[in-house]
């Protein structure tokens, strides 16, 4: 645990000798007592993130393309709002017997012109799209400094205080959910709001969708909406052969989103 | 050992000593205590500002709204969605007003007609749909289900409507295929009209033998389209396409 | 930098992400394995004349080294340029993630430039470095001073050591030049998420392109630096004469170059 052990000098032995001293009674302690654990992390009281594993159920049906989601994201997390930086958005899917046309006027926030003419449309719809917090994420992989990370409860994460704004976790994200926020020059992601999701509240794109296409939940719990989701629906995640492990889980998805 | 080589090695062990004791000093203290990150980066992202306050915050003050909002049909639709992230006006509810939206702008933004909206999701054409008035006029945004049961099928399924309107089918009613309770036209996702499921269905007017007018196209129903439904091949709002 | 991207944004056609209408690697990106690769081929020059003995190209020596040196300094200044926070870039060297390509590059980095480089370059001219010690005055003489780490040994038997040594320092440098360049391609190769760059073959295309551009440059620096002394001492240049500099593998081809071109060991 502790990484400064390796040089046996005086100081860095001191430091060792402390840590442990303490970290050993604690952990004794924890594992009887939630609220050590939760005292080690420093989170928010009350809430252990080892008692959840988050991830997100997408309706592909159900979906309206309203933006609702987009907009909601932007104001909740303050991103800003030029075309350039999504931490979600919608995609509209218009697939012909030659074609599939794929776009996202400004992540969708101000919905989608209306599509061009019916004739010969095969299928069409929207697709909301988000980072999918991968259970093997490639973007935690080639951080070189530890500024993007997956916390306990299966968040991805960026420190926005320690990112030094290489932009290879961008590049390295094969679903396009990471952007480098130009106030604070660090990648910047969908955190599926998880200062909301420490106080027992849901991100801000599920709180708005208003016609459920997002399920959001615990995939440890037996009853959460998102595990009777993953129970009655088939589901495909995005870019599977790439073995990220998305924890995004779309329905009736198809074979032309990418 | 030649004299260089001692020099060189007592070099590198001051400069990797010194570098060793800066890493000591510069080492954020939270690295490493849950993995490879600052675990103050958590603290920090927990501590940001909420903007929107959730469902159940509306519900503590404004109590009657909600009940009536929750029993009918927008009870998916969160009031910050029409309303705004409400956060700032749960924190101080006197200071902070919300805006009440009732121009025409909102409701489009769901209910515009689009094809790549999934059917059977309330849309109407806004430059045809009452023109010019709020929606606000005819639906309460709390209970915004219409004033009046809409006559024809066709004010909820435009697509199939319009389809069906330059098709050979044009001189059938809906109701003559789809048998359609009344109650659907008053909660059209709980009560669903039938659809025909048989090739005697649609033979009772295209059989050879059938009572139908003479114009009707006829076919031998026991070998055409051999094990298949008519709508397999044929899209009954319009069936020269197949 | 919004009206560059919104004018990005309207020469897109067909579909990308919105996320990426930013093209977040450029020019800053492009520099950097460039110079890195110039830095391995010129290395490889210079370890024909020590490991391989290619007695033909033994007046680049010197030169190649320090071309070497120059530019590995100099890449990392592109990389500051193009980070968010290059003040925080020492992080890399404190909290290293032992997964990550770039992180584990800066030590290989490192390692090859000082270890291979100065080590080698420090062997090859800590005999000149004596001697400019004690025969020039002022700023030049401290330094060289310092450069000697305070050892004026010149007997027969130093100077074997500091041959030797420099010869293992190049047979180690070798494979760390491929180490290095190939480390870079591996970056790029590594990245599953971009299908023009994810492939096993982009270490040895980077390697490559290394040696061939490095030799590239090694060729015009060779040029350059002869028509400057050439100029300098006075001698006919090229053309005038109908002449080219050649390579001779006899003697540098002038004297009193200022140690670049040494007379062969």
Known sequence: MSDHTDKPSGQSRRQFLRTW?????????????????????????????????????????????????????????????????????????????NDTLVDSPNGGIDGFPPTASEKGILRTFFVPKLCNHCEDP????????????????????????YCVGCRYCVQACPYGARFVNPKTRTADKCTFCYHRLVKGLQPACVEVC???????????????????????????????HLNTKPKVYYADLDEEVR | MPKQLTRLIVLFAVLTGGLVSARHFLLPKTFGELGHYRAAAVTAIEARPIHYAGRDACATCHADIFEIHARNKHQTVACEVCHGPAQAHVE??????????????????????????????????????????????????????PPHVPGECGACHGEIARTKAVSRHAGLECTTCHVTPVKHKITPQEVHPEKPHTRAFCAACHAKDAKSSPDIPRIDVDTHGGRYLCWQCHYPHQPEGA | MEASLAEVLRQVTGYIYPNEVELHWSILIVLYPYLTGLVAGAFILASLVRVFNVKEVQPTYRLSLLTALAFLIVAPLPLLAHLGHPERSFEMFLTPNVHSAMAMFGFVYAWYLTVVLLLEIWFDY????????????????????????????????????????????????????????????????????????????????????????????????YMFSTLLQLQGAGHALPGQAGQLPVLRADRGLLAGDAGLHPPPV
């Open chain 1, 21 to 97: 001293s303490l970290a050993v009674p604690a952990m004794l302690l924890a594992l009887r007592s939630k609220a050590v654990a939760i005292w080690l992390t420093g989170a928010t009281p009350g809430y252990n993130p080892k008692e959840h594993r988050y991830g997100m159920g997408i309706d592909v049906d159900k979906c309206i393309g309203c933006g609702r989601c987009a907009d909601a994201c932007k104001n909740e997390n303050d991103v800003p709002r030029q075309p350039f930086y999504f931490r979600t958005w919608v995609e509209r899917y218009v697939i012909t017997p």
């Open chain 1, 138 to 161: 490639p973007c935690v992989q080639v951080c070189p400094v530890g500024a993007t990370f997956s916390t306990e409860d299966g968040v991805v994460l960026v420190d926005q205080d």
């Open chain 1, 210 to 240: 208003p016609n459920g296409a997002r399920i959001f939940g615990d995939i440890r719990q037996r009853s959460s909406p998102l595990a009777r989701f993953q129970r009655m629906r088939k589901l495909h995640t995005l870019k599977p």
């Open chain 2, 92 to 145: 101080s509810p006197t200071d902070v007003e919300l805006p009440k939206p009732n121009k025409r702008a909102l409701c489009p933004m769901c209910h515009r007609y689009d094809p790549s909206r999934p059917t059977g999701f309330p849309q109407i054409d806004p430059q045809t749909h009452n023109p010019v008035k709020p929606c606000i006029t005819c639906h309460n945004p709390h209970r915004p289900e």
């Open chain 3, 126 to 221: 800590r005999k000149d470095m004596i001697l400019w010690s004690q025969q020039e005055s002022g700023l030049k003489r401290w330094l060289h001073k310092i450069f000697t780490l305070g050892v004026f040994d010149l007997d027969p038997k130093s100077l074997r050591f500091d041959r030797t040594a420099g010869r293992v320092i190049t047979i180690i440098g070798i494979p760390s030049a491929f180490l290095l360049h190939g480390y870079v391609g591996f970056i790029f190769g590594s990245v599953k998420a971009n299908p023009w760059w994810s492939s096993v073959l982009m270490p040895i295309v980077f390697l490559f392109s290394a040696i061939v551009s490095g030799i590239a440059l090694m060729l015009l620096l």
